[in-house]
């Protein structure tokens, strides 16, 4: 069974630093492409990163040289290291598996990000 | 980028279709079949009902169906039901810098 457990969520300070784990089982994360989506409260949907099966990594224009997203093959875990992070990150942060282009058919429960000072 | 945009409410009753909007432009809706849709409740993570435009992934009622004419992407729901209710996103495929854009949500009322 395909799972997603994301953890790392919480409450930081403006310009402070977190690292969103994402525990992928049932499947191999380096064979897929997976991809961080966030939710502000109220909001809707934003593509935060994608990366490749190939290694290739995109970000969304608002968190480009703060966020990195990198995986570890060998615990089969997505990461997202939000460094200098704003008010306007606060969000939930989702991981998904990625299937086809723009079709991401597994997410995780999701994990909770405060930026408040 | 900017993100597709959907009307920001659609209401019908129940047995009734309707149908959702995505419009976006030439450098995605209307340039790659890459089109997916996802409902999501209150609470809960989103979930995937069409992708490829027009094509339903097991387990997903055939009362969802979706097309593409030009920069815009429907979604049909028909024999609207109580359970429909909820917020649906559209996704394409772009080339801009990072290769996907969700839809401004539209929320799903059944009267």
């Known amino acids: 069974e395909v799972q997603l457990v994301e953890t790392g969520g919480g409450l930081i300070q403006p310009g402070g630093s977190l690292r969103l784990s994402c525990v992928a089982s049932g499947f191999t994360v380096s064979r897929n492409y997976m991809s961080w989506v966030r939710q502000a409260p109220g909001k809707g949907l934003e593509w935060v990163s994608i990366?490749?099966?190939?290694?290739?990594?995109y970000y969304t224009d608002s968190v480009k040289g703060r966020f990195i997203i990198s995986r570890d093959n060998s615990k089969n875990t997505l990461y997202l290291q939000m460094n200098s992070l704003r008010v306007e990150d606060t969000a939930v942060y989702y991981c998904?598996?990625?299937?086809?282009?723009?079709?991401?058919?597994?997410w995780g429960q999701g994990t909770l990000v405060t930026v408040s000072s | 980028q900017s993100a597709l945009t959907q009307p920001a409410s659609v209401s019908g009753s129940p047995g009734q279709s309707i149908t959702i909007s995505c419009t976006g432009s030439?450098?995605?809706?209307?340039?790659?079949?890459?089109v997916s849709w996802y409902q999501q409740h209150p609470d809960s993570a989103p979930k995937v009902i069409i992708y490829d435009v027009s094509n339903r992934p097991s387990g997903v009622s055939n009362r969802f169906s979706g097309s593409k004419s030009g920069n815009t992407a429907s979604l049909t729901i028909s024999g609207l039901q109580g359970e429909d209710e909820a917020d649906y996103y559209c996704?394409?495929?772009?080339?801009?810098?990072?290769?996907?854009?969700f839809g401004t949500g539209t929320k799903v009322t059944v009267l």
């Open positions: 998904a598996r990625g299937i086809r282009l723009t079709t991401l058919d597994y």
């Open positions: 996704t394409s495929y772009t080339t801009a810098a990072i290769p996907g854009v």
């Open positions: 990366i490749y099966s190939g290694g290739t990594a």
């Open positions: 030439s450098s995605d809706v209307g340039f790659y079949n890459y």
